[in-house]
């Protein structure tokens, strides 16, 4: 079969109404993605900076991801804290009440005290978040990197609050308290009396006496505790506030880069509507002018 000969007036037309067809599909591409650039071939420079924005984005978007868990890891280790500083001041009130019970009532009041140093030990054992516990050991530490730059970092180092180095003396110092397993020995060498409560004779002024100062220097001992749990619980609180600083620019400086990207790629949907009317308009008479020159012919 012969071939078909075109005129050249039916080429031109046909040529301009093929890229008319393909600008509308370009167009028709950019409304249904609501991208302008959408690959390399529209625009290398600013796809190639847009990429760049988004991969930062979304790398910091896994940072805003482990802050969120920094967070919830000291969340969980200074709920703790506020338990154990409710632990001893129950002691302090056991001690206190101690001072005006009778023998049967001080020999409860030092089973309750046994019972509270093995909570103590329970509790701390149990703040752990993801596999980690600040505050059984001082080895412990959370480390919560900001960004890719090795010392854009926090790091919060754990504490010791184990039975053994909980209770305090008046000079802030470890007494060297029992673990749970032995925590009967709270009462008589941890708080610093000489013998079970039960074991003094209150008609005896002497041993009243004596009863009273151990009681003074186990309260005292028990409030420099609360301080030192009070201390290491701000020290965490103020960590959780520079994590909260950061995830908060986190999140707005991810907001940004994403912005600066859709600044480079994303169409103008109203400009491309317009675009589309104007071209299906421009097809219609393309296909209008071709058959004018197929007739001319």
Do not use: H, W
Not at 76 to 85: C, I, M, Q, S, V
Not at 109 to 121: D, G, R, T, W
Not at 264 to 288: F, K, M, S, W, Y
């Amino acid at each position: 079969m012969a071939d078909i000969a075109l005129s050249s007036a039916v080429r031109s037309n046909l040529l301009s109404l093929q890229q008319t067809t393909g600008l509308i599909d370009r167009t028709q591409g950019r409304l249904s993605t609501g991208l302008e650039i959408a690959k390399p071939s529209d625009d290398a420079v600013k796809f190639f900076q847009a990429k760049s924005l988004n991969d930062r984005a979304e790398d910091l978007s896994s940072r805003k991801s482990a802050i969120d868990q920094g967070i919830s890891t000291l969340d969980t280790a200074l709920k703790a804290a506020d338990a154990l500083e409710n632990l001893a001041k129950q002691m302090k009130g056991i001690v206190d009440s101690a001072r005006s019970g009778d023998s049967t009532q001080r020999a409860e009041y030092s089973k309750q005290l046994k019972e509270l140093a093995v909570q103590i030990e329970k509790l701390v054992g149990d703040a752990t978040y993801q596999g980690l516990n600040l505050l059984n050991s001082t080895a412990s530490k959370l480390s919560v990197r900001f960004s890719d730059k090795s010392d854009s970092k926090l790091d919060v180092d754990g504490v010791d609050f184990n039975a053994s180095t909980f209770f305090l003396n008046s000079g802030g110092t470890a007494i060297g308290n029992p673990t749970a397993s032995v925590a009967g020995d709270i009462v008589e060498s941890t708080l610093g009396f000489g013998a079970l409560l039960s074991a003094f004779n209150f008609d005896d002024a002497a041993q009243l006496a004596s009863f009273n100062a151990m009681a003074d220097l186990a309260v005292s001992r028990l409030d420099e505790t609360i301080s030192n749990v009070q201390s290491k619980a701000a020290t965490l609180a103020n960590n959780v506030a520079i994590l909260q600083v950061r995830a908060d620019f986190t999140e707005e400086y991810i907001g940004t880069l994403e912005t600066g990207a859709g600044k480079l790629q994303v169409a103008d949907l109203n400009e491309e509507g317009a675009n589309l009317l104007a071209l299906q308009t421009r097809q219609q008479l393309g296909i209008q002018a071709l058959s004018f020159a197929g007739q001319a012919e």
